[in-house]
């Protein structure tokens, strides 16, 4: 069984940085592409970025795009997700999700993955 264990959120200040870790147990990492989400209270759940399965392709939604980056470690099954810059509207419990893939490319719809993290809280103050 494939399981995904976030890690790294906390509470910060505008304009600092984070890192989110996403390792994954049970399954053959280097299938998977992988992504982050976001959920925020009342809000649904959005798209941060994705990577594929060898890394070279990765996608952000608009609004993180210069400031997050993502990133895989095939050899530790993890991924990552750098968060600079950040600010509060960046507060949300981050998940990682991952599905498999036969195509080196990243996805976007959260109904593309099948698997998912618990999240991590992610809050950022003024």
């Known amino acids: 069984q494939v399981q995904l264990v976030e890690s790294g959120g906390g509470l910060v200040q505008a304009g600092d940085s984070l890192r989110l870790s996403c390792t994954v147990s049970g399954g053959t990492f280097n299938q998977y592409a992988m992504g982050w989400f976001r959920q925020a209270p009342g809000k649904e759940r959005e798209f941060v970025a994705s990577?594929?399965?060898?890394?070279?392709?990765?996608c952000y939604e608009d609004s993180v795009k210069g400031r997050f980056t993502i990133s895989r470690d095939n050899a530790k099954n993890t991924v990552y997700l750098q968060m600079n810059t950040l600010a509060p509207w960046d507060t949300a419990a981050y998940f990682c999700?991952?599905?498999?893939?036969?195509?080196?490319?990243?996805?976007?719809?959260?109904?593309?993955?099948?698997?998912w993290g618990q999240g991590t809280q992610v809050s950022v103050s003024l």
């Open positions: 999700a991952a599905r498999v893939s036969q195509y080196d490319i990243c996805y976007r719809a959260a109904l593309e993955y099948r698997t």
């Open positions: 990577i594929s399965v060898s890394g070279g392709g990765r």
